[in-house]
T-cell receptor, first 111, second 117 residues
């Protein structure tokens, strides 16, 4: 079964700072990779996804993620965060038709 | 709204009560899932239904009983729960296994916040 690791559960940064959240997974087969975001009091929303092709994926709200197959990683980045990016971010891996999530990163952006 | 609707949004129940959570989607998806979201833990997959058939039970205690009468509806029946079962229960849907359309991930409902007292 696949597993997903996210580090630095709590991240606090100022507006305009750059954000990078790490995601590593363990699964030997073909995977589909996702980042979901959960804003305070809201539902999980898809931020971006990777299925195939260009390993650098652009998502909504200026987020991007890079799939590095050799490192089993799918790190999320945003060059300049805003206060509205305060949320919890979950990396997810779909291998063998089973979606597994990491523990999430709680990101707080200070105005 | 996400296209996946869960009711109720909040539920408080005693340990001897029986209640049910409901999930409904009209996205044309054929796979539906129950997840449990507890504080400081990864989202835990509980049950998977693919074309109304249960394909996965992730070692969930029998006090949780799922029901999928059709591809659009999913229930989670609860009885004699424990306080540690308090959590956010999320329903999700996706294209089913075997569907040749491209899988664009899961769509989640807003969840039911369950408190067991």
């Amino acid at each position: 079964a696949q597993s997903v690791s996210q580090h630095n559960h709590h991240v606090i940064l100022s507006e305009a700072a750059s954000l990078e959240l790490g995601c590593n997974y363990s699964y030997g087969g073909t995977v589909n990779l996702f980042w979901y975001v959960q804003y305070p009091g809201q539902h999980l929303q898809l931020l971006l996804k990777y299925f195939s092709g260009d390993p650098l994926v652009k998502g909504i709200k200026g987020f991007e993620a890079e799939f590095i197959k050799s490192k089993f990683s799918f790190n999320l980045r945003k060059p300049s965060v805003q206060w509205s990016d305060t949320a919890e971010y979950f990396c997810a891996v779909n291998g063998n038709n089973r979606l597994a999530f990491g523990k999430g990163n709680q990101v707080v952006v200070i105005p | 709204e996400t296209g996946v609707t869960q009711t109720p949004r909040h539920l408080v129940m005693g340990m001897t009560n029986k209640k049910s959570l409901k999930c409904e989607q009209h996205l044309g998806h054929n796979a539906m899932y129950w997840y449990k979201q507890s504080a400081k833990k990864p989202l835990e997959l509980m049950f998977v239904y693919n074309f109304k058939e249960q394909t996965e039970n992730n070692s969930v205690p029998s006090r949780f009983s799922p029901e999928c009468p059709n591809s659009s509806h999913l229930f989670l029946h609860l009885h004699t729960l424990q306080p540690e079962d308090s959590a956010l229960y999320l329903c999700a849907s996706s294209l089913g296994r075997g569907d040749r359309r491209t899988n664009y991930g899961y769509t989640f409902g807003s969840g039911t916040r369950l408190t067991v007292v």
